[in-house]
């Protein structure tokens, strides 16, 4: 993994466990200590899901760009299914608190997603990959415009 990656990555975890962690105390103060340890739960569910996701949408881009947009779609789509899941299989445990956990999940993915656009939007990522000079110093580039 790039280090840019692993910042991206780092700029998304962060402010998504501090949600987690405010849920948590929250959930503890109004549920009691399952609601705490519903919320804690689900922040991990959230940063464990979309960190996979981010990961493989990143080597995705540097092995096949041309699937980049595609892969974004169907992996996006597929982790929000799977949170539902996640959802519908725990909403009658006994371990935790269901709606804590449930309410949460929504809470840590949206900060997930809000974090994720910001660093986007703040990271400096080039669009034309700058190309070395074949000549060296002194030398002027080619002209590939037309003669005429």
């Known amino acids: 993994m790039r280090s840019d990656d692993a910042r991206s990555l780092l ?3 962060v402010p998504t466990a501090a949600v987690g962690a405010i ?3 929250v959930s503890g103060v109004v549920v009691g ?3 705490a340890v519903g919320a804690v739960v689900a ?8 960190g996979i996701g981010s990961v493989v949408l990143q080597r995705t881009a540097r092995s096949m760009p041309h699937l980049f947009q595609m892969m974004g779609l169907v992996l996006y789509t597929t982790q929000i299914l799977l949170l539902f899941v996640f ?6 445990t006994t371990l935790f608190h269901p709606k804590a956990f449930a309410i949460t999940l929504v809470a840590a ?13 703040k990271a400096k990522i080039l669009y034309v990959e700058p190309e070395a000079s074949k000549g060296g110093k002194g030398e002027k580039p080619e002209n590939t415009g037309s003669s005429s």
């Not at 922040?43 to 979309?50: E, N, R």
């Not at 959802?87 to 009658?92: L, Q, S, W, Y």
């Open 23 to 25: 849920a948590a105390i």
């Open 109 to 121: 993915t949206l900060a997930w997603i809000g974090a994720q656009t910001r660093a986007h939007m």
């Open 87 to 92: 959802v519908a299989v725990f909403r009658d």
């Open 33 to 35: 200590g399952k609601g």
């Open 11 to 13: 700029h998304t975890a």
């Open 43 to 50: 922040t991990l569910v959230v940063i464990l899901f979309m």
